[in-house]
């Protein structure tokens, strides 16, 4: 199995990742020793910039892992946009310049506060995720999410964090603190930011089994058996989950039928087939 390291020490955010993460077969994990980790500053003026900044930072305390960092927050049409970049610390006097994060209940009161004049139809915004996948202080990959929703004048619910109380989410007449960890994969604006890094997985493992049939192969006939001994070490090196067989077959048949790969004999029965590389034009 996968594992991907989220750097956060909250463990809202694990249960997120990892239920949207399960049915892909990746484990989810938090940094070992993450809070002995200097604390990265974000003070980025975009989701984006402060992601990227802990993803990179953070994931030169693991060599060699993929980490996942994440920026999120709060955005309210009747505020302009705020809470914004500063959702964790909205409770301060001045958010931009505060060096740690405000109780959720102290956050959410001021933008109660600050809505209370304001009716349903005015209190409209939307939680917005990126999620930055470093390795080795370099970024891989950025990943957008957003949900869509209404600011309750009370909180509802006890499942949630942050400002999930206060956020509605007409879709399914719920707020998000009312939502279970698989409705939430699905819905928030996390979950929608994950699903696409969780597609992104996907297709680099198959780039990684790609590159590894076509390494075990080599550039002459040989038995498909060859890179059938291999899958053992595949599946160290990839650590896939244990239908790796299964995922080997559908894409020898793809790398046959891309012209990656020549076959020669039953294609279904792959095991028992020779396979070569097609020669070079």
């Not at 990227?52 to 309210?76: C, M, N, T, W």
Request: net charge negative; hydrophobic share 40%.
């Amino acid at each position: 199995m996968k594992k991907v390291l989220i750097a956060t020490s909250n463990p809202g955010k694990l249960r997120d990742f990892a239920g949207a993460a399960r049915a892909h077969g990746i484990e989810i994990a938090g940094i070992p020793d993450f809070a002995s980790l200097p604390l990265v500053v974000e003070d980025g003026t975009t989701f984006e910039e402060n992601a990227r900044k802990k993803a990179e930072e953070y994931s030169q305390s693991v060599p060699g892992e993929i980490v996942v960092a994440d920026d999120s927050g709060l955005e309210i049409d009747a505020l302009n946009g705020a809470p914004g970049v500063h959702s964790a610390r909205y409770a301060a006097h001045e958010p931009h310049l505060a060096d740690a994060n405000t109780d959720d209940e102290l956050n959410n009161a001021r933008v109660l506060r600050e809505l209370k004049d304001f009716p349903s139809a005015k209190r409209t915004g939307r939680f917005v995720c990126v999620l930055c996948a470093a390795r080795d202080g370099k970024t891989l990959g950025t990943f957008r999410g957003e949900a869509e929703g209404i600011i309750l004048d009370a909180p509802r619910g006890t499942n949630g964090f942050g400002y999930d109380p206060l956020f509605y989410f007409p879709q399914i007449a719920k707020a998000f603190a009312e939502l279970s960890a698989e409705e939430k994969a699905k819905y928030s604006h996390r979950g929608a930011a994950f699903r696409k890094f969780l597609d992104w997985m996907d297709d680099r493992i198959i780039e990684e089994i790609d590159g590894q049939i076509l390494s075990a192969v080599g550039e002459r006939w040989t038995k498909v058996a060859m890179v059938i001994a291999n899958v053992e070490a595949m599946h160290s090196d990839l650590q896939l989950r244990d239908d790796d067989c299964e995922i080997i077959s559908r894409r020898i048949e793809a790398l046959v039928h891309d012209g990656r790969l020549a076959a020669r004999g039953n294609i279904e029965n792959w095991r028992f087939s020779e396979v070569r590389l097609p020669p070079s034009p």
